[in-house]
């Protein structure tokens, strides 16, 4: 009985270990993940591109990408990135407000739990 016991907690640490490399995060984000507008002009709206990486060894697929509200906009590629390539996220701002602003975006991979985030700030004069 005990041998069987070892044996399946032995089978159990075996099989968790071989998924332990699905859980890492398939995406690399080249440059910085919190961006910085600085000053900008009211009405004036303002992009940043967010640039990943694929580092996983499978296509990696963008399913959604959500901001916190309207004055935020965002674009990504529809299509499976490739092991190795790399894509970006267009993030706009659209300056309509004065005042500092501080907006996370959250880009969620297809079979990857929880979402990366990035963000951007600035101050609208």
Sequence with gaps: MQKQTLALL???LL??????????RPAEWTGVKDYDFG????GRPAQHRFVLKNKSSRPLLIDNVRTPCGCT???????PIPPGDTAS???EYNAAQ???FYKTVKVFFHGVKGPDVLSVQGEVE
Excluded: K, N
């Design 15 to 24: 099989l968790l270990s071989a998924f332990a490399g699905d859980t890492a």
């Design 39 to 42: 000053l900008l002009t009211r």
């Design 98 to 100: 004065v005042g500092y």
């Design 10 to 12: 032995v089978s159990g």
């Design 73 to 79: 906009a965002v674009d990504w590629p529809e299509m």
């Design 89 to 91: 996220v267009l993030v």
